[in-house]
């Protein structure tokens, strides 16, 4: 009776836990806010639940590392304040990693929920712009910060949410062969892409012509059945859209892409402004450093918005060296590592537009970044850590999702 109780009030506890990681999830493109409180909540509540100290080092040995450079910059930084801000944003990648170190299964399901929250997002967003389009005809409310503005996220940031839920989209539908609710998933991929449209940019396309071009590739060189070749039906759809918005944008015809301008100058100037590349400036002088140089290289502009170098990788060396590039490698190419090693397609296909926004964004410098981030990073070391992987294959991937073999 009482080894019945225990067991009870145990999965009575993860069933909160699962909940509340859900609602996280859930929350991550709706409101930076609110997503942010949860987090807190979901880590406060996961402390209550048993793990082993072996677990959590696995699961976040990149991250404790990565924060530990983060802190020794604080060591030789004059704007102390600007440090500890950088470094609570940072925050959010620890936090996530101690979570999912509770986490055992249902990972599928945070990936699907995540989705759901992205197109409730997007259908707030439109709804927003319509109203204030009626109010004022403004077209410009449908594109860029004006339409991500009652969301209170970047479109930059926003765009990149679309673009890993179009990919394990894509994937999913790609390798189910039940055909469940087939055209409402499709019909949400074309609508998700409708958003990057007003939302993306010249990155955004990059980073969705190695996903089309993945599933251009396996459809020519595997065994094909209906719902393979609608799939990439909607694929060839998308990406005629993408090259005919990129051709009007060259003919200055429509204005589509909002980060079409020249990001070298803040690239070059970064360089060029380091004082020391083993060390950096420190993690909290980066700003302050950054915006003397622009100041005294007649780059006024930059300086008044306090434009970091929009390179992830230039910006870590800029701010706390060799030492924060290396850090920065350790996380990114360890779940890509695994997915190569483990023959995750999936965690490839999401992971690998972090290095093509790593060369234009700093990511690890916003709360949206980070948490995103965070959570794909750990959402596939989770899984990638289990002894079978529902992303490893597509034979395995039909099992999981109970739909008959390819």
């Known amino acids: 009776m009482l080894e019945k109780y225990f067991e009870s009030r145990i999965n009575s506890k993860n069933s909160f836990f699962y909940l509340l990681l859900g609602l996280l999830v859930f929350t991550v493109s709706l409101s930076a806010y609110l997503s942010t409180r949860v987090l807190i909540l979901c880590l406060i509540f996961s402390l209550f639940l048993p793990t082993s100290f072996a677990r959590i080092v696995n699961q976040s040995w990149d991250i404790i590392f990565y924060l530990l450079i983060l802190a020794v910059g604080l060591i030789y930084t004059d704007d102390l304040t600007t440090g500890l801000k950088a470094l609570e944003t940072a925050s959010s990648l620890i936090a996530m990693a101690l979570i999912f170190s509770k986490l055992n299964d249902r990972i599928l399901e945070l990936i699907k929920l995540f989705i759901a929250g992205l197109c409730l997002s997007s259908i707030v967003c439109l709804i927003n712009a319509s109203i204030g389009y009626v109010q004022s005809e403004n077209l410009n409310l449908f594109f860029f910060y004006d339409l991500t503005n009652i969301l209170g996220i970047q479109p930059t940031y926003f765009a990149y949410y679309i673009i890993f839920a179009i990919s394990s989209g894509l ?3 790609y390798y189910d062969s039940s055909r469940r609710f087939f055209l409402v998933k499709s019909i949400a991929i074309l609508f998700l892409f409708l958003m990057l449209i007003l939302t993306g940019g010249q990155t955004a396309f990059i980073s969705m012509l190695f996903v089309f071009s993945f599933f251009i590739l396996k459809y020519l060189t595997e065994e094909k059945n209906r719902s393979k070749t609608i799939v990439i039906g909607i694929v060839i759809l998308m990406l005629s859209c993408m090259f005919l918005v990129t051709f009007l944008e060259s003919m200055n015809r429509m204005a589509v892409l909002n980060d079409s301008w020249e990001r070298s100058i803040l690239w070059e100037s970064a360089l060029t402004a380091i004082p020391n590349v083993f060390l950096g400036v420190g993690t909290g002088d980066y700003k302050t450093v950054l915006n ?10 930059f300086a008044t918005e306090s434009y970091n170098s929009h390179n992830q990788v230039i910006q870590l060396l800029f ?11 350790c996380m990114v190419a360890r779940p890509l590592y695994l997915a190569v090693r483990n023959k995750n397609t999936l965690a490839i296909l999401c992971l690998f537009p972090f290095l093509i926004y790593g060369m234009t964004e700093v990511f690890l410098g916003r709360y949206q970044g980070v948490v995103f981030f965070a959570l794909l990073h750990q959402i596939f070391i989770a899984e990638m850590n289990h002894q079978k992987s529902p992303f490893n294959d597509p034979i395995d991937i039909t099992k999981n999702l109970n739909v008959k073999p390819i």
């Open 171 to 173: 994937f999913f539908l």
């Open 319 to 329: 701010s706390n060296g060799i030492l924060g590039v290396l850090g920065f490698g």
């Open 292 to 301: 003397q140089y622009y100041m005294s290289h007649d780059l006024n502009m």
